[in-house]
């Protein structure tokens, strides 16, 4: 028997599938996602020299920016998703930034790994195709704006 890949968890061969994923809103679940992308950060690079070693190139660590992040789903009928996408709209509300909970499911509907996106709001919400043709399944689409990500915890 080979050795495990993994030592969380020493009876797992496979990764993790990446198509069940949970989003949590205010503290419920409100969608279920087919595709998740953009659950990065990249941090700047400050280089610089000392002064009494000019010959070597120091590196520090400066500004991190986050991607945006793209969910898809199968289009559903949960309204407090929706109505919070489209709350962007109007800056003017103050309220329209939510910290949410991205989940990962293995096969057996365990959660595995979550992220805490901070500060999110939809810059993009539609449904694609266009509705009417044919029989393909009708897809919501959302771009999240945040300002950082984080593990809520990593059990694997």
Not at 26 to 32: K, L
Not at 84 to 107: C, H, M, P, Q, T
Not at 108 to 116: D, F, I, R
């Amino acid at each position: 028997m080979p050795a495990p890949q993994f030592k969380g968890n020493t009876t797992r061969f496979d990764p993790y599938k990446t198509y069940r994923v949970r989003m949590k809103l205010d503290g419920n679940y409100v969608a279920g996602f087919s595709k998740v992308g953009g659950l990065e950060r990249t941090t700047e690079v400050s280089k610089h020299r000392m002064g009494g070693d000019p010959s070597v190139v120091r590196v520090t660590p400066g500004k991190p920016t986050y991607e945006r992040i793209a969910l898809e789903q199968g289009v559903t009928c949960e309204v407090s998703f929706a109505q919070w996408a489209n709350a962007g709209l109007d800056v003017s509300a103050g309220d329209f930034r939510k910290d949410v909970v991205i989940e990962l499911y293995n096969e057996a509907g365990q959660k595995v790994m979550a992220y805490n996106v901070h500060r999110c709001w939809a810059s993009e919400f539609r449904t694609r195709p266009d509705l009417g043709h044919g029989a393909d399944i009708a897809i919501l689409s959302l771009m999240l704006e945040h300002e950082g990500i984080s593990f809520a915890n990593q059990l694997i």
